[in-house]
């Protein structure tokens, strides 16, 4: 018989129906059964209970598991997204210092400045009133000497300005006022007649060929000087070339004629222009620099190589080392003051010099770059106008040449110092200009220890700027010839002029020099 038979808890039966058995135990149990049935009722209940919340356990931690998985995706995205932010924002401050570049900052030319551009800080106010200063030299025209003067009128006065009577005599010293007027230039036409005469005995007709020296076109050799100094030097167009030519001379000229000329006169100078080259390739100290330019509607470059007496320039259509060799020669031995472009980093660090006026720039442009490479941006900016206002004592000489060396010795370690802390900023364009700075830390410092040597490439970026004014009025070049004929013109016209020569004269010199059969006169100093 199975045990539960003889058990005194109720059946399934019995709780279901008590009355079924009279609500007494089979075995006639005679304890009431109110209460136990309670029991058994609560234990049931909490039974289920239990399974049901473990059931619950069980779907909760699923869900536990679902969510903690959704939050380690959610964490993984947070992640990506703030790196993409710190790269956006490093982005963005890249982006606001290029919107705030400038000329003051950079080096941009001013012309690039837009007119939102900030203007340049005003010069310290040294309390001075302006105009010339007391005990400086007078400056005034000096009258023409009296073999220049070509008409001498004597004007006397007739009667006193007081009471009227007649006056008679001379003065010894009278008062001298000149004139300078130009009359009415016309251009002289000399008409040659080259006759044509046949031979009596063979029956060859000859005719007469020009005299020396007699141009073969139209225009006469200072005439084709004038068309040639009006583009080159003044930067005229070939329209303006061509109504100057007529308003003033009363002569007509097409354009066609006007670059026939400008041709001719590139090929007179051309032997002179090769002298000049090579002798600022053996000068000691060379400024160089380059500029954007067109030929054909292409990219091109004009190159210049400056000295203390002359210049030259060249046109090329790549802005690469091997151009920077041609300009200066593969041989150059000197020393060359440049900025840090790397078409000169085949010249040797120790016989270069960089310009601090492009320095000062680019650290004036770190303090566009966030806190930390502000406080660098400004440290450098201060310690390089505390180098320039010593070197501006040994130019005056107030300052000797070694003390501004021992002073330069302890300036240079600020400078290495703030480069350094620049090489370790988070900003990559900072940093990275800091270590090329650092790497050519060298050319810093030549001109404290070599005479000649200025610290700024003022010279080369000044005698280019005439390049750079005339590509904005004409756009380039349409051809290599008249990429020729600008590089020389302007090795010309700058050279003369930092001789003082006259660049008229001496282009006239040098058309006639073409019709006589001799080299055309020299552009090295005398």
């Not at 036409?189 to 046949?198: A, K, N, R, S």
């Not at 001109?447 to 380039?476: C, D, M, Q």
Request: hydrophobic share 40%.
């Amino acid at each position: 018989m199975h045990p539960a038979a003889f058990s005194c808890e109720p059946s399934p039966l019995e709780l279901a129906d008590p009355q079924r058995h009279g609500g007494t135990c089979p075995l006639a149990c005679a304890k009431p059964q109110n209460g136990y049935i309670s029991r058994i009722v609560a234990r049931s209940f909490r039974d289920d209970r239990i399974d049901e919340l473990e059931r619950e356990n069980i779907e909760l931690r699923a869900k536990i598991r679902e969510q903690q998985a959704v939050i380690e995706t959610r964490q993984k995205t947070i992640a990506v997204l703030e790196q993409r932010i710190k790269q956006l924002q490093t982005r963005l401050r890249g982006l606001e210092a290029i919107l705030a570049r400038n000329s003051g900052n950079s080096s941009s030319p001013p012309s690039s400045d837009p007119p939102g551009a900030p203007p340049p800080a005003p010069p310290k106010r040294t309390g001075r009133k302006r105009g010339g200063q007391p005990g400086h030299a007078k400056h005034s025209r000096h009258r023409v000497p009296p073999e220049r003067v070509n008409r001498t009128i004597v004007v006397k006065p007739e009667v006193c300005r007081r009471c009227g009577d007649a006056l008679h005599g001379d003065d010894p010293a009278p008062h001298r006022h000149q004139v300078i007027e130009v009359p009415k230039v016309v251009a002289t036409v000399d008409e040659y007649q080259l006759h044509v005469l046949g031979c009596p005995k063979c029956g060859i007709f000859t005719r007469a060929l020009l005299p020396p020296g007699v141009a073969a076109g139209q225009f006469g050799p200072r005439l084709q000087a004038i068309v040639s100094v009006c583009s080159g030097a003044y930067r005229m167009s070939k329209r303006g070339i061509e109504e100057l030519v007529e308003d003033f001379f009363d002569v007509p000229i097409s354009l066609g004629s006007i670059s026939n000329l400008e041709h001719a006169t590139s090929e007179a100078v051309a032997a002179s222009v090769e002298e000049v080259a090579r002798v600022i390739r053996e000068q000691p100290v060379v400024h160089a620099d380059e500029t954007g330019w067109y030929e054909r509607s292409k990219r091109a470059w004009l190159w210049a190589a400056v000295t203390s007496h002359m210049a030259l320039f060249l046109i090329r259509a790549s802005r690469g080392a091997h151009i920077a060799k041609e300009l200066l020669g593969a041989a150059f031995a000197g020393i060359l003051i440049s900025d840090r472009w790397s078409a000169d980093s085949w010249v040797d660090v120790a016989r270069r010099q960089l310009c601090w006026a492009h320095l000062v720039r680019q650290f004036r442009g770190f303090q566009d770059h966030g806190q930390e490479a502000n406080a660098i941006g400004r440290a450098l900016e201060l310690l390089t106008d505390t180098m320039f206002h010593a070197w501006h004592r040994v130019r005056d000489g107030t300052m000797t040449r070694a003390a501004f060396q021992e002073f330069i010795e302890r300036l240079r370690l600020y400078v290495v110092g703030e480069l350094q802390k620049g090489a370790a900023c988070p900003t990559k364009a900072v940093a990275g200009r800091c270590r090329e700075i650092l790497e050519l830390s060298p050319a810093l410092w030549t001109f404290a220890y070599v005479e000649g040597v200025e610290p700024t490439n003022n010279a080369g970026e000044h005698r280019i700027r005439h390049g750079v004014l005339w590509r904005k009025t004409s756009f380039g070049t349409d051809s290599p010839s008249g990429s020729r004929f600008v590089e020389r013109i302007l090795t010309v016209v700058t050279t003369l002029r930092m001789q003082r020569r006259n660049v008229l004269d001496y282009v006239t010199d040098a058309c006639e020099a073409v019709l006589q059969g001799r080299n055309a006169p020299s552009l090295l100093p005398g």
